[in-house]
């Protein structure tokens, strides 16, 4: 069964660097979402991306964050500098266009930020 | 301000004891309700979209609904590997509640 991936599982990194979570949607998927779940917390959307551009995006997504699908089967967030409350488990998503709006969510990406 | 508020946030049951989650909302457009169960350290997993009021889906043992105001999910005869938390989510499923944490004790 095809399901969404995502790398690295786990990435530690300093205040202040610039970290890159990498998905890899489901291939007939062309809706792609990135959330966010602080420890003991909902899940929070981030982004939406379709059509090779951002279709929506909350509050949470500032000029730190970055989205780029940078070949057929990538898709990636990028924060430019991390702060301490970046720390949280970050979740990709995919869709298909079918008009059924479920989201496949990969295992997601543990981001510490020290 | 769109809110998915959802009861209790705790429930621990017997096998075999069924019970129901509430998930009550407040959004400018429903776009679908969502529900999804999320195990520990996992994404979640997606169980049931609901679009319209008197919509009723089933799975297995779970079984959710939707009126204009909330959604519940029916849990029957649980076994203790429905224990999760389960995620109700709105807009599309933008916005998540908190969850409903499920412990099934054998």
């Known amino acids: 069964e095809p399901e969404v991936t995502q790398t690295p599982s786990h990435q530690v990194t300093q205040m202040g660097q610039e970290v890159i979570l990498r998905c890899v949607p489901i291939?007939?998927?062309?809706?792609f979402y990135w959330y966010r779940q602080i420890l003991g917390q909902k899940v929070e959307f981030l982004v939406s991306f379709y059509n090779n551009e951002i279709s929506e995006k909350s509050e949470i997504f500032d000029d730190q964050f970055s989205v780029e699908r940078p070949d057929g089967s990538n898709f990636t967030l990028k924060i430019r500098s991390t702060k301490l409350e970046d720390s949280a488990m970050y979740f990709c998503?995919?869709?298909?266009?079918?008009?059924?709006?479920?989201?496949?969510f990969g295992p997601g990406t543990r981001l510490t930020v020290t | 301000e769109d809110q998915v508020t959802q009861s209790p946030e705790a429930l621990r049951l017997q096998e075999g004891e069924s019970s129901s989650l509430n998930c009550s909302y407040t959004?400018?457009?429903?776009?679908?309700l969502f529900w999804y169960r999320q195990d520990p350290g996992k994404g979640p997993e997606f169980l049931f979209t609901?679009?319209?009021a008197g919509e009723e889906k089933e799975k297995e043992r779970l079984k959710a609904t939707l009126t204009k105001k909330e959604s519940f999910l029916h849990i029957t005869a649980p076994k203790p590997e429905d224990s999760a938390t389960y995620l109700c989510?709105?807009?599309?499923?933008?916005?998540f509640g908190k969850g409903t944490h499920l412990i099934i004790q054998p």
């Open positions: 609901l679009y319209s």
């Open positions: 989510a709105v807009r599309g499923g933008l916005t």
């Open positions: 998503a995919s869709r298909t266009t079918s008009g059924r709006n479920e989201q496949y």
């Open positions: 959004v400018s457009g429903l776009r679908g």
């Open positions: 291939s007939n998927h062309l809706y």
